[in-house]
């Protein structure tokens, strides 16, 4: 069963946006982990990286593929999830949680509107 969180908006890239004012948090979502299967590696854009809304800064290597890990806003990467580099199996165990990639200072936190709410996403995937 794919576990959807109300309180996070989604991009058509299957990454989620949580807004905490001065960041974005970012990671991918279930719908996405359970699509790639066992994560084997994560390569991540460093801290202080200017990142485009829609464009990779990153990427997930898994058993069944590698996928681009792209940011649904325009900014600067402020903070790097460790966690998610040593051990990149938290992205299948907790995508939402302890498995968040990075947080970015958004240029114009306006492009969030552009980004689905999760009664919007689960109709987008189906």
């Known amino acids: 069963m794919i576990k959807f969180e109300s309180n996070v908006l989604y991009t058509k890239t299957n990454e989620w ?43 997930i290597e898994a058993t069944k593929s590698v996928s681009d890990i792209n940011s649904p806003v325009s900014g600067v990467i402020v903070r790097v999830n460790p966690a998610v580099k040593e051990s990149p199996a938290i992205l299948n165990h907790d995508p939402f ?20 709410n999760a009664d919007e996403y689960k109709r987008f995937i189906r």
């Open 17 to 59: 946006a949580k807004n905490f004012g001065e960041v974005i948090r970012v990671g991918i979502d279930d719908y996405s982990q359970s699509s790639l299967g066992d994560i084997v590696h994560v390569e991540i854009a460093d801290e202080g990286t200017h990142v485009v809304s829609g464009k990779s800064f990153g990427v």
């Open 97 to 116: 949680g302890e498995g968040w990639i990075a947080e970015i200072k958004p240029e114009n936190i306006s492009e969030l509107d552009a980004l689905m």
